[in-house]
């Protein structure tokens, strides 16, 4: 079964630290992985995107990782600011199925003062 | 641009009512979603709209139905709400859903609650 885990449920950092954020996923065949920025009462927004052949990619200060060996990726935050309070959101694309896009439940993030 | 707009923001529900949800895309988009958000789950889709003139069931189609309106404008109804459909809707746009890497833009959402 094609599924997206996300760890840990939330998470609560004091601005200017940094965090990470898992991903794992047993969607096969992979096509792509993709991170969303949700913040509250708003849709989601995409951050970055990651192809089998990726390892990282950044996008200011997020960095993604990807792992297609053992299917796992991550989103590493660095020094945090009170607007990354956001769910971030791991989505996962199947190649099969006519590209079935899988979401992860989130993450919730918290960056305090 | 005003991206992917949805109507209305919120919307309180007896169960038997029935309403649609509004949505529209100004990017020229040839792919239109719509997705349920609940509590501790990921966003599940309901219905998607790979060109204009075609619909198709997504993952939870069950007491929901769709019209693409022309090439902007995607709706979803509920003929007779339930409980269960409590939630929160997002409509999203793609330019083309086979193309690989294409991302889905998404609306604000609309909160409906059905008592």
């Known amino acids: 079964k094609n599924q997206v885990e996300q760890s840990p449920q939330s998470l609560i950092i004091l601005e200017g630290k940094n965090c990470t954020l898992q991903?794992?996923?047993?969607?096969?065949?992979?096509?792509?992985l993709r991170w969303y920025k949700q913040d509250t009462g708003r849709g989601p927004v995409s951050l970055t995107i990651?192809?089998?052949?990726?390892n990282t990619k950044s996008n200011g200060r997020y960095t993604a990782t990807l792992d297609a060996d053992t299917k796992q990726s991550s989103l590493h935050i660095t020094a945090s600011q009170l607007s990354d309070s956001a769910s971030y959101i791991c989505?996962?694309?199947?190649?099969?199925?006519?590209?079935?896009?899988?979401f992860g439940a989130g993450t919730r993030l918290f960056v305090k003062a | 641009n005003a991206g992917v707009t949805q109507t209305p923001k919120f919307q309180v529900l007896k169960t038997g009512q029935s309403m649609t949800l509004q949505c529209a895309q100004d990017?020229?988009?040839?792919?239109m979603y719509w997705y349920r958000q609940d509590p501790g789950m990921g966003l599940r889709l309901i219905y998607y709209?790979?060109?204009?003139?075609?619909?198709d069931k997504g993952e939870v189609p069950n007491g929901y139905n769709v019209s693409r309106l022309n090439k902007r404008e995607f709706s979803l109804r509920l003929e007779s709400a339930a409980p269960s459909q409590t939630s929160v809707y997002f409509c999203?746009?793609?330019?083309?859903?086979?193309?690989?890497?294409?991302?889905?833009?998404f609306g604000p959402g609309t909160r409906l609650l059905v008592l």
């Open positions: 999203a746009s793609s330019v083309a859903r086979g193309e690989q890497a294409a991302t889905q833009y």
């Open positions: 991903c794992n996923y047993t969607v096969s065949p992979f096509s792509n």
């Open positions: 990651m192809t089998f052949s990726e």
């Open positions: 989505v996962v694309r199947s190649s099969s199925g006519g590209f079935k896009t899988i």
């Open positions: 990017m020229n988009h040839n792919s």
């Open positions: 709209s790979a060109s204009e003139g075609t619909t």
